[in-house]
């Protein structure tokens, strides 16, 4: 089956896309054209059929950003990098004849313009950068006005921008401009990162999920309160759980030793990864019965694997007198207690992402989010690429940024189901 790509861009974007797709013969392209990139808002409402958002521009991508956040889109850029910068500055050299000082330029990342600078050796104060990919939200005319200040005060000869809007505006007003090229390379990895995800994401809708649910110390509660009652809350307890299979599309079975059972697949993998702090099942529960409960969920790949896996799960319960939820997923570990909160410092750990691990303003509010919502608990890079929607490889650099700056460490490794070498577990280092 072919993955389907819903690709965003101008028509003469899309045309130079679809020139290069015609090799990879697994994809289907959806094309969602737009004149105005603030459309991309309302167009992604429409590409729900597609495996994937892939966006031509950075601009509609940061336009449509907290929308794609929000529904949590699987969703590639093409990448803005060095290589973007220096096929631009051949272009910029080689085909329009100008010298790489003097300039003004606006990019997404500024730390790419740097490398690049550096490795041609060139004089930055010659060159002055605009970095908007901390604006927020993004202001053109701020971009323009950065442009023509530079201009009218005789700082620099022409503009290189990477938005076409930022270049339709500074040519209205008769300012030197050239719009930066993207590379092949670059699409061809767009399209790569955008198969893999798609890749990924169906590995992991293809999960099974098991859990068993029971009323804690049942044969106590018999003996203290009589069979009439205790099934009462039996009764009561079956009634949530019905409600949560409607909720997460779970198939509910009573067993015959006074617990439930819950089968499921993506919806209730969903439900499980965000409400990691919060469990309201549990909750919700505990407050019908108000005796404490438990619940252990499981995951595989197979039904046996993910039943296994629950069992696990919810003997891990046992450990505590109060009301508890565990996970054992497919590689074994097991993750809990859900709905208690591991607090920690967000504001010591962002300064460490920016300054110890040097990641930028997004990728560390992204990472703290990831913890929260994984509420501290051990992952490895394989948890960080499904979270991010990126690849193993881009995923792995990460976790290097982190381990080089101390802010996170190994505490242990995974035990795999199947064969392959154990992938280490970190957490934060605080």
Sequence with gaps: MKIKIAVFGRDELLTR????????????????????????????????????????????????????????????????DEYMILTSFYHVKNTYNQQLNRLSIDVLDNRYVKEVLTDLELRDSDIYTYNYGVDEPVDLDLIVNFHKKLYEEGKVDYILTSLYEVDIKLKALGIPSYCMVTPKINIDKAIERAKSITTLNKSKSAQIISGYVRIKNWDLLVKENGLEATEELQQKLNQILIKFGEKTFASILPSSDNQYVIFGTRGVLDHITNHFRDFPLLQEIEAAVSTPVEIGFGLGLTAKQAEDHARLAIEACSTTT???????????????PLGVKKHFDTSRLYQALIHKARLN??????????????????????????????????AERTVNKLLSGEVIKVVGEEKPYVKGRPRKLFQINM
């Design 17 to 80: 896309f679809d020139d290069y797709i015609h090799k990879h013969d697994d994809v289907e392209v959806i094309p969602f054209n737009y004149k105005d990139a603030k459309q991309a808002v309302e167009l992604i409402e429409k590409s729900f059929m597609c495996d994937v958002n892939l966006f031509l521009e950075s601009l509609p991508y940061l336009y449509a950003k907290n929308k794609i956040k929000k529904k949590r889109l699987p969703v590639v850029q093409v990448p803005f």
């Design 361 to 394: 303003n997004e990728l560390s509010y992204n990472f703290i989010d990831f913890v929260k919502l994984r509420n501290n608990e051990p992952f490895s890079s394989h948890d960080i690429a499904n979270y991010y929607q990126v690849t193993k490889r881009s």
């Design 322 to 336: 109060n009301s508890s939820c565990y996970i054992v997923n497919d590689r074994q570990e097991t993750i809990g």
